[in-house]
């Protein structure tokens, strides 16, 4: 097999990776990198860890190096860094009991980030990798204590706004002689000061469950981050980006209608997994799910598997072959493309897509005649009631009801190969489709 060509940063990537075992990306160009060395065969994914990266045997045989038990690790590793740490942490809960929140907060985030540096470069290295533990607790541990420090702070600045002393949206300014305290003095962005207003409310409503939190990443065995806790107990924002990855969790009523009216191959393709809103129940009537997803939302299966990280518009036929498909698609400008490139290339036995009814209209697009006209759905399952809203994957706000009529397309390759030309259209009323609840008498 010869040797695919690779760019100057990927040569340099498979060779970190061969002379010590492993490669971390750090930054998504990182990412990318090393998804396109996962697609070529030459870089395996951490079944839990989707930044840490292996040389695969493909790598080993043809770049010539093999990974040495015996590689030299810098001196650095192993150097006093836990104590270090557990000195900045006991300090910091000790400032934190004697109301010194603002240092104690700094001194927490320090400990925070050199736990996290000194896990990562532990983990390169088998001489320090039992040391990877240890240091994880210990960014749970600094973890816990910033995340208490900003719960203070936010609820001093709260306080400090409810007495006028404190500035507030909107002009003019709620204090007239200036004497205001700001979010910059109290060392918060408004954005932090907004995320610990909610985890001061998750904490009033269920108390410890930022620990329970940290607690349950760390028994997972993976790193206890801010991102993994704002998530964790629902306090996370959506960025501008985030919006734009158009994840919009399918609800389970549309799949129990799905699975009581569609049969499906033994194995599925969920090439727009999300979180797992589909696959779950998927997996829990007895099919085996292939995911992957143009984002990386660390998705896994039953199995562990972590999903795919690709383009579903760019796969090529191979990649999903003799699987069928069934998925809640991307909306928007990218949904004609995504559907007919999953008729064109990979032609699946069957397709059944969750879409608003209006897919089934217009003439502009050469991609949406190809989909409707050309290789037509066998089946429309038109929801007579409308599904509960999906709302923005991330939205904490006000719960909204549905404007919009859904239904499920499906589409069922024919004997001579192409999708036929008639589509029969049924409506439906999931409601009909949930599971019945148990009696009272059989409730334990």
């Known amino acids: 097999m010869d040797a695919p060509k690779l760019s100057p940063e990927q040569t340099a990537i498979v060779d970190l990776a061969l002379e010590e075992g492993s490669y971390r990306s750090t930054a998504e160009r990182d990412r990318k990198r090393c998804r396109t060395l996962n697609a070529k065969g030459l870089l395996r994914r951490d079944p839990k860890d989707g930044d840490l990266w292996y040389p695969s045997e493909t790598a080993s045989s043809l770049f010539g190096k093999v990974v040495s038990a015996d590689a030299a690790v810098p001196a650095t590793v192993g150097r006093a860094g836990t104590p270090q740490i557990a000195t900045m942490i006991q300090s910091a809960l000790s400032l934190f009991d004697e109301g010194d929140i603002e240092r104690a907060r700094i001194i927490a985030d320090g ?191 039953a199995s562990g598997e972590l999903q795919a990280v690709i383009d579903f518009r760019e796969t090529k036929r191979g990649d999903g072959e003799c699987h069928d498909i069934v998925t809640n698609p991307p909306y928007g400008e990218v949904m004609n493309a995504f559907i007919a490139h999953a008729l064109r290339v990979h032609k699946p036995r069957k397709m059944a897509l969750l879409l608003n009814s209006n897919a089934y209209f217009g003439f502009e697009d050469p991609d949406r005649v190809f989909i409707m006209e050309t290789c037509p759905p066998a089946r429309r399952y038109a929801f007579s009631r409308r599904l509960p809203m999906m709302h923005r994957d991330g939205w904490d706000g006000p719960k909204a009801s549905s404007q919009m009529n859904t239904e499920w397309f499906v589409w069922e390759r024919q004997a001579d190969g192409g999708y036929g030309d008639t589509t029969v259209s049924r409506r439906v009323d999931w409601a009909n489709y949930m599971p019945r609840a148990a009696p009272e008498s059989e409730a334990t």
């Open 111 to 301: 400990a925070y980030d050199l736990s996290q540096a000194e896990a990562r470069f532990a983990a390169k290295y088998e001489a320090t990798r039992h040391l990877v533990p240890k240091l994880r607790q210990m960014q749970g541990d600094a973890l816990f204590v910033e995340t208490q420090c900003k719960i203070e702070v936010a609820k001093a600045y709260d306080a400090a706004q409810a007495a006028g002393q404190a500035a507030t949206r909107g002009r003019p300014k709620n204090v007239p002689d200036g004497n205001i305290f700001t979010a910059d003095e109290a060392g918060l962005s408004r954005k932090e000061i907004h995320e610990a207003r909610k985890l001061a409310a998750a904490e009033a409503e269920s108390p410890g469950i930022a620990r329970r939190a940290i607690d349950a990443r760390i028994a997972q065995g993976l790193a206890p981050t801010r991102a993994s806790l704002r998530h964790a107990i629902g306090t996370r924002s959506a960025t501008k980006e985030e919006r734009g990855d158009n994840l919009y969790q399918t609800p389970p009523e549309a799949m129990h209608a799905l699975l009581a009216l569609e049969d499906f191959s033994p194995t599925v393709w969920e090439p727009a997994c999300g979180r797992g809103a589909i696959s779950g129940m998927l997996e829990a009537a007895g099919y085996a799910v292939v995911l992957s997803d143009v984002v990386d939302y660390a998705t896994a299966d």
